[in-house]
């Protein structure tokens, strides 16, 4: 709502602007890909999965045929029974993963829902703390002259375009997330079919390492929010005795570093994962 004070309007849009980005983080995070927009985007997703599972099965034969040449010395090793039996349990449970592989990683991805879940229980939110302007802010500026405003036009409009970018590249970074989800997940059968040949398994390993590490990311995350709504739980304070202009550039500066403590933690959240998982 407006307070017909632009100075005033300006931070409450900036705030807002934070404030509905944070709570879309959180719904973000915890929802499913599969309801995502409507679940349109994991249809399409589903449909190119399973037309890619056709090449994956083609691939699956490549790599195991490979793998048969690179692994045994001569035929005659392939005839005694168990190297054949080891052989056959190999290409049986690499057919396996590429025909449900979509189910493998949708159980994994549960799994890391259930840890989200589990540490929003623990911590004991909801949803996140909202950054509110001071009401000892909103008076001063409003005791404000035209004059005296002046320079709070300065600040708050390089504060409000701090709070509106952090609050844009936050954002950017949770729904990179969701669609290297849905990348993993289309292009999934070709990496897995790697696993038919014992030289190259070692693909199919990286791909699921690194699809793990992406929905773990959404656990760093929540625990960024988590830290960050205790963290900023008390505001900024205010030294009432100071000038407009003073007041509101030290409660600015403070909330935009604030900001800067999770828009990084965010940002980090794959490489602090890859780091956990040695990739």
């Given amino acids: ?13 900036a705030l807002e602007t934070w404030n509905q980005k944070l709570a879309e983080i959180w719904q973000l995070v915890t929802q499913s890909p599969t309801e995502f927009k409507g679940g349109g985007i994991w249809n399409v997703i589903v449909d190119i999965h399973g037309a890619l599972q056709a090449i994956g099965l083609a691939l699956l034969v490549l790599f195991f045929v490979i793998g048969v040449v690179k692994t045994c010395g001569s035929f005659a090793e392939v005839k005694r029974p168990e ?21 493998l990683m949708m159980a994994l991805l549960n799994i890391v829902q259930g840890i989200i879940s589990t540490i929003m229980s623990s911590a004991g939110f909801g949803t996140t703390t909202e950054a509110v302007l001071p009401d000892a802010i909103v008076q001063a500026i409003e005791n404000c002259s035209f004059w005296e405003s002046i320079p709070l036009w300065a600040v708050t409009l390089i504060g409000g375009l701090f709070i509106t970018v952090l609050s844009f590249i936050m954002i950017m970074s949770v729904y990179g997330r969701f669609f290297k989800i849905y990348l993993y997940t289309a292009i999934a059968p070709v990496p897995l079919a790697s696993f038919a040949g014992e030289p190259s398994q070692s693909i199919g390993k990286s791909f699921l390492k690194g699809y793990a590490a992406v929905c773990l ?3 760093i995350i929540i625990l960024a929010c988590v ?5 900023a739980s008390s505001p900024p304070v205010v030294d009432t005795s100071a000038s407009a202009v003073t007041m509101v550039w030290v409660y600015v500066g403070e909330l935009i570093f604030n900001m800067l403590v999770l828009v990084g933690a965010i940002k980090m959240a794959d490489r602090v994962v890859r780091e956990m998982m040695g990739l």
């Fill in 1 to 13: 709502m407006s307070s017909g004070n632009w100075v005033i309007d300006n931070l409450n849009n």
């Fill in 227 to 231: 830290i960050f709504s205790v963290f």
């Fill in 83 to 103: 190297h054949a039996l080891k052989l056959f349990i190999r290409f049986a449970l690499a057919k396996g993963v590429v025909t449900y592989g979509l189910e």
């Fill in 217 to 219: 990311e959404g656990a």
